[in-house]
């Protein structure tokens, strides 16, 4: 049943566990998995975060999706079975999981972290999945994790490999630099303009000391990825033209 604290309703554990279908026996591992350090140190009647089942989860899942993309990709090679692994399970795309459960609606988070939007942040919802694939590992093994997250596997995979998006375009330029042995490119924020809470950041990205993309955005990352986009379409289109010119 859910009950409040403070001013919000709060999922409890139980209710989770029989919403989403995951099915955990032990309460307890599972109430350990939903509780954020934020909680802890302001219930007096919690006794330990999420941290150590996180670490545990990072580990299992790295190879529950390992060991799937090789069983279920045969022909797929190494290197395409590692972008395909890294896009699996970064923190957006976990995050994003998350959210397919409701993850944050039961999570246990201290009143701090509720009211700067916790429940909705990608490396705490990133953070919470993994502390939940740890919980259920050591409730119930390898073979029930596997069940339960083939489905987000399954249907992420497709995605990627349908829309070709396997990676963030700042990964795919620094894969790009690396295959033609390149240094790594080099970011700048070359301006900030507007107020505090409407910043808009522009970085530029250089490869080899040139210039190759800028982008903006409301946040560096944003602007980066965008800056990454841009040098990525300029160099394909050079490098197609030296290719044609041969």
């Known amino acids: 049943m859910a009950h409040s604290r403070g001013q919000e309703k709060l999922e409890s554990p139980q209710d989770f566990n029989q919403r989403s279908g995951i099915g955990f026996r032990n309460q307890v591992l599972l109430t350990r998995a939903l509780t954020h350090r934020s909680y ?4 007096p009647n919690a006794l330990e975060d999420n941290e150590r089942l996180e670490f545990l989860g990072d580990a299992v899942l790295d190879f529950v ?10 022909e797929m090679a190494e290197g ?3 972008l395909v692994r890294t896009a699996l399970v970064r923190t957006e795309q976990l995050a994003e999981f998350a959210r397919k459960i409701d993850l944050g609606g039961a999570m246990r988070l201290g009143q701090g972290e509720i009211v700067s939007g916790g429940r909705t942040r990608d490396a705490l919802l990133c953070a919470g999945f993994e502390a939940l694939i740890g919980g259920l590992y050591l409730d119930q093994g390898i073979q029930v994790v596997e069940a339960f997250f083939e489905p987000f596997m399954s249907s992420a995979v497709k995605e990627f490999l349908e829309e070709g998006h396997l990676q963030d375009p700042k990964s795919l330029l620094q894969e790009w630099t690396q295959a033609r042995a390149l240094a790594s490119p080099v970011y700048q924020t070359i301006q900030e303009s507007g107020p505090d809470h409407e910043k808009v950041f522009t970085v530029e990205v250089a490869v080899q000391d040139v210039v190759s993309g800028m982008g903006q955005g409301n946040s560096k990352r944003q602007a980066s990825k965008a800056a990454a986009r841009e040098a990525l379409k300029k160099l394909s289109e050079i490098n197609n033209v030296k290719k044609n010119g041969s």
Do not use: G
């Open 40 to 43: 802890i140190n302001e219930d």
């Open 80 to 82: 395409d079975l590692t």
């Open 65 to 74: 999706v390992a060991a799937w993309l090789y069983n279920h990709y045969p």
